[in-house]
């Protein structure tokens, strides 16, 4: 999966299980977890610079799923920093 993200300008709002994108917004419940995930290996480092954009912006009260995602991906970034 990291390996399909590394090849895309930026993480949409969602794709299909054949890699079809859906949406065509950025979206922090999508990079979040990748972001994370992109953290323990230098060949990622993209992903890390694509997607840290997130963790810069205000939490959205109105959004609560994308601001959990956001809040626990960090929360575990910095535990393991």
């Known amino acids: 999966m990291m390996k399909f993200f590394i090849t895309k300008e ?6 299909t299980l054949s890699g079809r994108q859906l949406s065509n ?3 922090a419940s999508f990079g ?3 972001f994370y995930a992109a953290k323990d290996s230098q060949k990622y480092n993209k992903l890390i ?3 840290k954009y ?3 912006q205000k939490l959205e009260a ?3 799923y994308q ?3 956001i809040t626990l991906a960090s929360e575990k ?3 393991n920093q």
Not at 10 to 15: D, N, P, Q, R, S
């Open 77 to 79: 970034f910095l535990k």
């Open 49 to 51: 610079q694509m997607e």
């Open 67 to 69: 601001s959990a995602l």
């Open 54 to 56: 997130i963790f810069m």
């Open 10 to 15: 930026y993480i949409a709002g969602g794709y």
């Open 25 to 27: 917004y950025q979206s």
């Open 62 to 64: 109105d959004n609560y």
């Open 32 to 34: 979040a977890p990748i």
